[in-house]
């Protein structure tokens, strides 16, 4: 297994390669400061600095089976880790520097996926009474709040750049598509409607824009290791364009990716077989 850790620019549309590694790395999160990216691989996570790439080791103490559900705050100064070294997955957050890390669900399983604008709320994925669904907690931890009923399954959350929205994925309406919903729930939109399988939907900084990935109808789940697009839906008139088709899914985007400016992100592709 061969991973490309790579950015995209949305100016000149060209993707430039970032590292090349023979391990499975996933998921990678571009810093507040646009400096470096963080991913993770064979349970740990790793920082890769822009300037001389590298899979730069990130202490997370007794968690040692992270997945690929982490982020970095908006200030820059904490890590957000779903690790499942205890049992089934839950979160956790962590100096960005590394450290030991602090609970914050003690119910699993818990998948984190977006931090609201404020530094304030997590949203997260969590399987609940046998169905997954979107949840909210503070990052301190607390009170989790359900956004989304058991219709179906519910991942892949993130807030909109004004904390007025967190958009998710969701098979609600027979098929997975992009949703979004208040912060508090009471309001819930269908997004996209079409004939392909779509996850991982995170807006980007100005907020106009959704880059997401694009599985082809009929695939069940979010597998690795298939023919996928990253799509970007404009939000001015509901359009969606595909930027890239790679070999990759799981992995590829599935935490918040984009750069500070907006005009670029970052994201994984995969040697093919």
Known sequence: ???????????????????????????????????????????????????????????????????????ISPDGSMLVISDGTRGESRIYTLPVGGGEPAEVTPEAPSYWHGWSPDGATLAYCARRDGSYGIHTIPVGGGAET????????????????????????????????????????????????DD??????HPAPEGDTVLYLAYEAGVEGHPRDREVELRLLD????????????????GSINVPYWHPSGRRFAFVRYERP
């Open 196 to 201: 392909r399988v779509n996850w991982f939907p």
């Open 235 to 250: 939000l001015a008139d509901g359009s969606a364009r595909t930027l890239l088709a790679i070999f990759g899914g799981q």
């Open 146 to 193: 359900r956004l989304t009923d058991a219709r179906g399954h519910a991942d892949g959350p993130d807030y909109s750049p004004d904390g007025r929205w967190i958009w998710f994925n969701s098979s609600r309406g027979g098929t997975m598509q992009l949703w979004r919903a208040s912060p508090d729930g009471g309001l819930i939109e269908q997004m996209t409607d």
């Open 1 to 71: 297994m061969t991973s490309s850790l790579e950015t995209f620019d949305l100016d000149t549309g060209q993707s430039s390669v970032v590292l090349t590694t023979d391990r499975l790395i996933e998921a990678p999160n571009w810093s507040p400061d646009g400096r470096f990216l963080v991913v993770n691989g064979d349970g740990r996570l790793f920082r890769v600095d822009l300037d001389a790439p590298a899979l730069d080791p990130i202490d997370t103490g007794f968690a040692v089976r992270c997945n690929n559900d982490h982020g």
